[in-house]
């Protein structure tokens, strides 16, 4: 990581990450997949962490620079911490991590069960705490590092029927902020992205099978479209990279303007537009 205008290099080569080590967690489909992959295109050594061994076997496949695959629940007590021994047991160190594990819940209050509090809980929130801080003195070691979390945009707003799965991104954006404080000193830059509308395979079942929800839920974008794995991607190398050796602690709202901006299937029929 660059730590002064003497040692920058402007331009494309401020996004190359040669000889880094970085980890991704869920990185078996969606944001995670795509994230490897753009990680590994900047020149990265991925470790690539998810519950899904063929997924993941796949996707190393087809990376350049010696992936290392590592099959992992992180829904268990001590989950987290026993992933970061044993991808310190892999690697000599880390560079950059992005925690993208989590699993989505809807729950109207009515039906939240504890049960359901704690598994959400466990894998969005305590396995990203913990694994976070077991990978943290290898990076101080090697001179700093960038931590990402994937929030999501229902930690901005308030979805129907999310109330614990938006406490969890809640939680992690308030860690985001909290970590980097703590780490700042030691040269460790944490911030997190909270997407909005991304076209995974979370949505995949209602994209085909609801009629007219695809149209429907892009007219509320202010950019008329869903998001995709690279839209995410893309951003999560600008966090991983020098090009934004000057940011920590932040959370990048990543939408197509879906929670701040007002956006219609068709423009309002006000006074002041009309001939």
Do not use: C
Not at 33 to 41: F, V
């Amino acid at each position: 990581m660059a730590n002064s205008s003497d040692s920058y290099v402007p331009g494309p080569a401020s996004a190359r990450l040669d000889g880094k080590v970085a980890v991704v967690t869920g990185a078996s489909r969606g944001i995670g997949e795509a994230s490897a992959r753009a990680l590994d295109g900047a020149g990265a050594r991925v470790v690539l962490t998810g519950r899904t061994t063929a997924d993941l076997e796949r996707i190393a496949d087809e990376l350049l620079h010696d992936p290392v695959v590592l099959t992992a629940d992180l829904a268990p007590a001590g989950a987290g911490t026993d992933l970061a021994r044993r991808i310190l047991n892999e690697v000599d160190g880390v560079d950059v991590l992005v925690n993208n594990a989590g699993i989505p819940m809807r729950r109207t209050p009515a039906q939240l069960t504890e049960a359901d509090f704690d598994l959400v809980f466990s894998i969005n929130v305590r396995s990203l705490a913990m694994l976070s801080i077991g990978l943290a003195p290898s990076m101080i070691a090697r001179g700093g590092g960038s931590v990402i979390n994937i929030s999501s945009v229902a930690s901005v707003h308030g979805p129907l029927g999310r109330v614990a799965y938006s406490g969890t991104k809640g939680a992690v954006d308030a860690m985001t902020r909290a970590l980097a404080a703590d780490w700042g000193p030691d040269g460790i830059r944490v911030n997190s992205i909270a997407p909005g509308l991304i076209a995974t395979a979370i949505w995949e079942e209602a994209r085909n099978n609801v009629p007219g929800l695809i149209d429907d839920l892009a007219g509320q974008i202010a950019l008329k479209r869903w998001g995709f794995g690279d839209d995410i991607a893309d951003v999560v190398l600008f966090f991983a990279s020098d090009a934004s050796r000057y940011v920590t602690g932040e959370t990048l709202v990543v939408d197509g303007g879906l929670a701040r901006v007002t956006a219609s299937n068709a423009p309002p029929a006000l006074p002041e537009l009309e001939d």
